[in-house]
């Protein structure tokens, strides 16, 4: 199926929440509640499930709640009265999503997390976790980190929205690679961007402002990290500052090449999409999986882009 | 037809409140009436005085200049917030058409138009967005506020079909002066463009009959109607207006990040609501205008700006923000009942 199909099906989703859509193929039907539709993450996602879905005869339905928690929880129980065989949700909120998938538990339907996770008491309503975990990937960032500046400097952090897993638990894993390496890294300003270059922009003008020296910035995700970019170059310091991202899209792989950008988590995302049509298969099928599929991140670095280049999405 | 109906009387022109009397003595003013016709330039005042005891860079010309940059978008989005408020309607469609305008707007530099094609392009989706919300809320006399967020669903999805979910990017390189390029080095267009529109609106609402008659769409439409004013045509033109003004800040907007997303304009409904009501203008109708608009949308800006040059955890900034909507609204409140 078409990208512009399945676009198509989103508007006709909002409108006709209620009316299914029927499954003709042999394979399962998926319902997926992913978040922020054209982040360039979610599309590389639903592009690795709408390709794999083809080789299994799988029917998705994507629906997207835009960060809205209870938009969310409504979308999963829309899933669950089209009796989709399969759920797969991106908590927005990890507590949030628990009554909701618990519905769907006892109404018979598996649910797979996929990228972000919901809580260890939710855990136990859910088949699998498919995704690159934030933690590992604000990890590798804050590992990249520690190697630019040698184990010592002044760091800023732009964030998505607060408390969502994914904004936590970047942060927390940079964090814990600072003091796995004992680097004597400073943290001189959290600041949320809420996932919005534009915003992101605003927000660096403000800590450039605020501090002489900003040794390196690490944006949650690519977006804020060329977002802050352009406030750095705005004001003339790319020299002093070194701006690190997750996610590993296509403009930040070339602002890293260019030098423009000192790294990124490459979180290969086709292949959550991938592993998550075959897990729904293999559920539906009635056979095991495993509780956890993580796809890697890969570090890329002005040393290794040469390498990734081609995964960058 | 005479302007002479809706023109209110007295010294607070396009208020056409009136004064609350003193408690004693006829009609002298209350000592506190000025500031409480005034509390967002009150509230900067206090702001910008507590930020310059609290952040030795605050002061700055170049902070100033960056908080001005920063709230020029918002600012041109509040302006047509402000329009619509004085007809005593919203539009909650403004976020859906900042994403949707710049993304018309790069499709049709990658299609081929030109620089000022593509900028009618991105302007003209907000005007048929704005004749759309006008036309269901005028004909169905449905309430606005939900009509309006029923369309912002449709202009994201629309938006999010029309790039097939994928972020693009601009292909004409002098597109992105709009956003990021500066007079004399140091003003930016955006600033400049949000300044001269507030002026000019405020010209237009207090000189003009399509302005007179947007305060008594907002006061007494049937008043108004009976003594010959065009109250549909007028409510019609709000919301153009104010659609219009937003697909402006989305191509100013993508111009700035060079990139289109669908949700760019995610929170700007609320927040132009908050900038236009802080600043004075009613949520009730009749009563603002667009250069207490700049005072509102100043004050959230210094705001912003001062959370994060004071590193202020994200979970606190929050709090403020809402502390600051609810002491608007019950001020709002409390100025319409007396």
Redesign the interface.
């Known amino acids: 199926m078409s990208?512009?199909k399945l676009?198509?099906r989103?508007?006709l989703c909002?409108a006709f929440a209620s009316l299914g859509a029927p499954a003709f193929a042999q394979g399962p039907t998926i319902c997926m509640v992913h978040n922020?539709?054209?982040?360039?993450s979610?599309?590389a996602v639903?592009k690795g499930m709408t390709d794999e879905a083809a080789n299994f005869g799988a029917e998705i339905t994507f629906l997207?709640p835009?960060?809205d928690p209870v938009k969310q929880v409504a979308m999963i129980e829309d899933c669950i009265s089209r009796q989709a065989n399969v759920i797969v949700v991106n908590a927005v909120d990890p507590a949030a999503v628990v009554p909701a998938i618990t519905k769907a538990k006892e109404a018979g339907i598996y649910v797979i997390m996929q990228n972000a996770d919901t809580t260890p008491e939710g855990k136990a309503f859910t088949e699998a976790f498919i995704g690159s975990q934030s933690f590992d990937q604000g990890y590798a960032v804050g590992q990249m980190i520690v190697k630019a500046l040698n184990g010592t400097g002044k760091v800023a952090v732009v964030?998505g929205k607060?408390?969502q897993t994914d904004t936590v638990n970047r942060t927390a894993g940079m964090e814990a690679a600072f003091k796995d390496a004992g680097a004597t890294i400073e943290l001189?300003?959290?600041?949320?961007a809420?996932w919005?270059?534009?915003k992101a922009?605003?927000?660096m003008?403000?800590?450039l402002?605020?501090f002489p020296q900003v040794d390196a910035v690490f944006g949650h995700d690519d977006?804020m990290a060329?977002?802050a970019l352009?406030a750095i170059k705005?004001q003339g310091r790319e020299a002093e500052v070194k701006v690190f991202g997750v996610n590993g899209?296509k403009?930040a792989c070339a602002a890293i090449k260019s030098g423009e950008m000192y790294g990124t988590a490459l979180q290969l995302s086709y292949l959550v999409g991938v592993y998550t049509v075959r897990a729904a298969y293999d559920l539906n099928q009635g056979r095991l999986i495993s509780k956890t599929i993580l796809a890697p991140t890969a570090p890329v670095t002005p040393d290794t882009v040469a390498q990734w280049e081609s995964q960058c999405w | 037809m005479t302007t002479q109906s809706p023109e209110p009387s007295g010294r607070t022109q396009g208020d056409p409140n009136p004064v609350p009397p003193a408690k004693s003595g006829g009609r002298k003013r209350h000592w506190s009436e000025p500031l409480r016709n005034h509390t967002a330039v009150l509230l900067l005042i206090v702001l910008v005085i507590a930020g310059s005891f609290l952040?030795d860079?605050f002061l700055?010309p170049?902070?100033l200049l960056?908080i001005l940059?920063?709230v020029s978008?918002l600012g041109i989005v509040a302006l047509g917030q402000t329009i619509l408020l004085l007809t005593a309607r919203f539009d909650m469609s403004v976020a859906g058409v900042v994403g949707l305008a710049g993304i018309v707007t790069v499709l049709a530099q990658i299609n081929g138009f030109g620089l000022y094609a593509s900028i009618a392009f991105g302007l003209g989706a907000g005007v048929l967005v704005g004749l759309c919300n006008g036309a269901l809320v005028l004909a169905t006399g449905a309430n606005p506020f939900l009509v309006t967020l029923g369309v912002n669903?449709?202009v994201?999805?629309?938006?999010?079909?029309l790039?097939?979910?994928?972020?693009l990017?601009a292909t004409i390189p002098e597109f992105t002066a709009l956003g990021?390029g500066q007079l004399f080095g140091f003003l930016h267009y955006s600033v400049i463009l949000f300044l001269t529109l507030a002026l000019i609106l405020e010209f237009v609402l207090r000189r003009t009959i399509l302005g007179r008659t947007i305060y008594v769409a907002g006061l007494n439409e049937v008043a108004g109607g009976l003594s010959g004013l065009r109250i549909q045509i007028t409510k019609m033109s709000a919301f153009v207006l104010c659609s219009t003004l937003a697909a402006l800040t989305g191509i100013i907007?993508t111009s700035?990040?060079?990139?289109t997303?669908?949700?760019?304009g995610?929170?700007m409904e609320f927040d132009s609501i908050i900038a236009a009501v802080l600043g004075g203008t009613s949520l009730f109708g009749g009563r603002g205008g667009t250069l207490r608009t700049i005072v509102g949308v100043a004050v959230l800006g210094v705001m912003?700006?001062l959370?994060?040059?004071l590193?202020v955890?994200?979970?606190a900034?929050?709090i403020a923000k809402g502390l600051v909507f609810l002491a608007v609204v019950l001020a709002d409140s409390a100025l319409r009942r007396s």
């Open positions: 990208r512009k676009s198509l989103l508007v909002a922020n539709a054209d982040h360039p979610i599309t639903a997207d835009a960060f964030t607060t408390g001189i300003a959290v600041q949320p809420d919005s270059k534009d922009l605003t927000v003008q403000d800590i402002t605020r977006p060329l977002g352009e705005a899209n403009e | 952040s860079v700055t170049r902070n960056n940059w920063a978008l669903l449709l994201y999805s629309l938006a999010l079909s790039t097939e979910s994928k972020t990017t990021r907007m700035r990040t060079n990139s997303v669908a949700s760019a995610f929170g912003n700006n959370l994060v040059l590193n955890p994200s979970e900034q929050q």
